[in-house]
């Protein structure tokens, strides 16, 4: 901290004994505090993120060891099973403790868990008192005591997330109604009100425009951190293993790094507005281009900026969220096909019979293709069920997980198979609907931000440039009415802006874009 507060007394230093103009030192100053905020507080979000959405696997894990428990009263088995089973930053911790238990450097699994459930239980306590629900079940004799607390347990950490997440949408609609406001409203009323400004001979320049605008970004995206960062743990267990790697885009069957075709498209779609600009610093353009030049001013520069930025994040979150869908649509799926198969299993019917009796209610649905494949591989090459599972590299951590779990339980019978799936069902229908349940109350809060964001932001700022347009031409055509008619005052009344419609154009909209990206971030950031 001592280094941020010297490199922000140096710059303020610089700034006054050089002298520099306002402007300058107006950008410099929000840099100084934007600089130190990112030293020191960047960490801190950066560690709250990963703690939201490692706990975001928290009920999967829950109900694991709930099920395994239930199986046999094992504290070991049941997280040897999550450190086998599960992903995240949770998993690795039950992997280090499995592994330390296994090598002697620990002795007891019961305090190996205590510590797992201290160290993130500082980010959920519902975790935190799921967990020693589970270990007080290895003292219980009583069996159907030990049950309902392990059934307690998993209910405990769904109700913490449930509750926790109300506390945050409801506290969360007076921060989001000050950032609209304040931070996007309360600056474009601002800059609409320039052209009018400059009717009155009061302009301002590019600069002190553009950091002014960039300030009000900087602070919108700061605040909107803030608001972020207090967001608790919600449910999530979609494992996303795209076909596209991340950051590239798939041309004619090749893989074409993502920002490569942005830099590509933007100079394609800027060029007309990269001329426009050259030529203000004296570059000559030959006619017919220049009429069109002149025509199309610094526009092309803002669209060229827009489609670039979206090519790039098409290739860093399209075939992601494509995979996401899929990969929800499957386990819903899924889910629902799980009754036929526990049924089946239930009634002492082999697994092969089972599976195909599950894959033929599921017709006409994806997940009837994925039972298919898995029944051929045991059918047609004798593969027993865990290796044809092993096989099909499965995508999602949630069917990997039942399987394994069928998997284990058939060792027991097909009856007890049938059992275990039907207690697995019940805590992941449980899930769904809490998850369900956080979409809905999210959703409400994120609407307006949408559509500031898609719609009256840009509109704003597009009536912005129409009105400075109008006002610069009319400025100029009173001038010269009043010159040709002998009024040599008319400047003085009447006087040019400082920037001109183009440049203004291109600042704003800019703007626009910067914006945009901060509105969707916060919102996605909320959402996923």
Known sequence: KFFIAFRILTGVGISVYYRLAETIQLVLFPFSIVSFYGFTEWPKIRAQEMAVDSLGQSPQIISSMAVTLKQSPSLENSMAFVANNSEGEISNDFKSSMWKI???????????????????????????????????????????????????????????????????????????????????????????????LTIFGISFSAWTIVAFLALSVASVFLYAEIILRKRPPSISYYEIRQNVPEGYLKIAGHYVLAWHVAVIVGVFFSSPGLLYVFQNFGVVISEPLKFFVDKATTLPIIWGVGAGLSVYFFGKSYYKKKQREKIIKLEDQFLDSLYHLKNRLSDGHPIEESLGFAQKMSQGFEISEFYGKILGKIKH?????????????????????????????????????????????????????????????????????????????????AVIIVLFQLISKSIASSQTKALSAGYEGANVILATPEISPAILQLIVGLYALALNFVLVRYVSKINY
């Open 102 to 196: 296994w090598s002697g450097k620990k002795t007891s699994a019961e305090k190996s868990l205590e510590e797992i459930a201290r160290k993130w239980g500082k980010w959920s306590s519902g975790f935190l008192r799921a967990i020693y629900l589970i270990i007080s079940t290895t003292h219980e004799k009583n069996p159907v005591r030990r049950n309902f607390t392990l059934d307690k347990s998993i209910s405990v950490v769904l109700d913490d997330v449930v509750s926790r997440m109300k506390d945050y949408t409801l506290g969360m609609h007076m921060p989001t109604l000050i950032l609209f406001t304040i931070g996007i409203v309360v600056p474009l009323m601002i800059i609409s009100l320039m052209p009018v």
């Open 381 to 461: 090459r004798s593969l027993p069920l865990e290796k044809a599972v092993e096989e099909e590299e499965i995508e999602s951590t949630m069917i990997r997980a039942v399987f394994r779990m069928m998997t284990s339980s058939l060792k027991m019978g097909t009856a007890a198979a049938g059992q275990s799936v039907e207690v697995m069902l019940k805590y992941l229908e449980k899930i769904r609907k809490v998850n369900k349940q956080l979409v809905n109350l999210l959703s409400k809060n994120l609407s307006m931000m949408k559509a500031t964001a898609i719609f009256f932001a840009p509109l704003v700022c």
